[in-house]
C-alpha cells in the first residue's frame, strides 16, 4: 500500500516569511513519482512538480524549491519570502506505478495563510 | 485551449435518486480519474482509467460506478447517492506512457445529497 503523510493541517505566516511544508510518503516500490498540486481559494487545482525516486537533485523554480530525501522518505516543498497570492492548499501525492498501477495516492493537504 | 469539463458543478439531490456526473477532456489523453474531496481527507481517488475500456478501483470506489466508452469522456455514476457522498468532485486527465505525468483538473462539481 502506498500512503502520504502531510502532518500539517495549517500553517499562518506574515508576507515574506519563508514557509516549509512536509511530506512524508510510504511506498514498498523502489520506483515511484511525487507530485505537488495547490488548490488557491478558487478552488482549482494546479500542478507544481513532479518527481522520480531516481532524482534526488532538488529543484528550485523561482521562489519555489523541493527538497527530495530518500533516507527519510520525505518531499518537503518551501516558499521563500511568501506572498499572499501562496495562500493555498497545498498537496503532496505518490504514485507507484509497479504495485499500484496508476492510482495516485494524495496527502490530506496543508493550508497556507499569507497574511499582509 | 486544452481543458477539462465538469458537469453540472453544483447539484443538489435526494438520497435514492441515479444521477450521472460528466466529464470531458480534450487533450486525447489516456488516463481519466475521479477523486473526492472533503475537508481534513485530502483528495482520495474513486476510479481511474487507463485508456477505453480499461477501469480501475481506486482508494474510494463503494457507491460509484465509471465506463469508458470514449477516450475523452469518464462519467461517474452514483446509482443510488446517499448522504455521505455529499462532496467535491474533482475529474482529471494525464498522459502516460510508462509514468503518470501531470494531472490536468476539472474545475469540480459540489454535490449535495439530502
Known amino acids: 500500500a502506498q500512503k502520504v503523510t502531510q502532518a500539517q493541517t495549517e500553517i499562518s505566516v506574515v508576507e515574506k516569511e519563508d514557509v516549509t511544508l512536509d511530506c512524508v510518503y510510504e511506498?514498498?516500490?523502489?520506483?515511484?513519482?511525487l507530485f505537488w498540486y495547490k488548490q488557491p481559494p478558487s478552488g482549482e487545482l494546479v500542478f507544481l512538480i513532479r518527481?522520480?525516486?531516481?532524482?534526488?537533485q532538488n529543484e528550485i523554480s523561482g521562489r519555489y524549491s523541493w527538497n527530495f530525501q530518500k533516507s527519510t522518505s520525505s518531499f518537503n516543498f518551501t516558499i521563500t519570502a511568501s506572498q499572499v497570492v501562496d495562500s493555498a492548499v497545498y498537496f503532496c501525492a505518490l504514485s507507484a506505478p509497479r504495485s499500484n498501477d496508476y492510482k495516485l495516492s494524495f496527502g490530506a493537504g496543508t493550508t497556507v495563510t499569507v497574511r499582509a | 485551449e486544452a481543458q477539462v469539463t465538469q458537469n453540472p458543478r453544483y447539484l443538489i439531490t435526494v438520497t435514492g435518486k441515479k444521477l450521472t456526473v460528466t466529464c470531458s477532456q480534450n487533450m486525447n489523453h489516456e488516463y481519466m480519474s475521479w477523486y473526492r474531496q472533503d475537508p481534513g481527507l485530502g483528495l482520495r481517488q474513486i476510479y481511474y482509467?487507463?485508456?477505453?475500456?480499461?477501469?480501475d478501483k481506486g482508494d474510494v470506489p463503494e457507491g460509484y460506478k465509471v465506463s469508458r466508452k470514449e477516450k475523452r469522456n469518464f462519467p461517474l455514476i452514483l446509482e443510488s447517492p446517499s448522504p455521505n457522498q455529499t462532496s467535491l468532485y474533482f475529474c482529471?486527465?494525464?498522459?502516460?506512457?510508462?509514468?503518470?505525468?501531470?494531472?490536468?483538473f476539472g474545475e469540480g462539481s459540489r454535490l449535495t445529497v439530502l
Open positions: 482509467s487507463m485508456n477505453v475500456e480499461a477501469t
Open positions: 482529471a486527465s494525464s498522459t502516460h506512457v510508462g509514468i503518470l505525468g501531470e494531472l490536468f
Open positions: 518527481r522520480n525516486s531516481f532524482d534526488e
Open positions: 511506498t514498498r516500490d523502489t520506483t515511484y513519482y
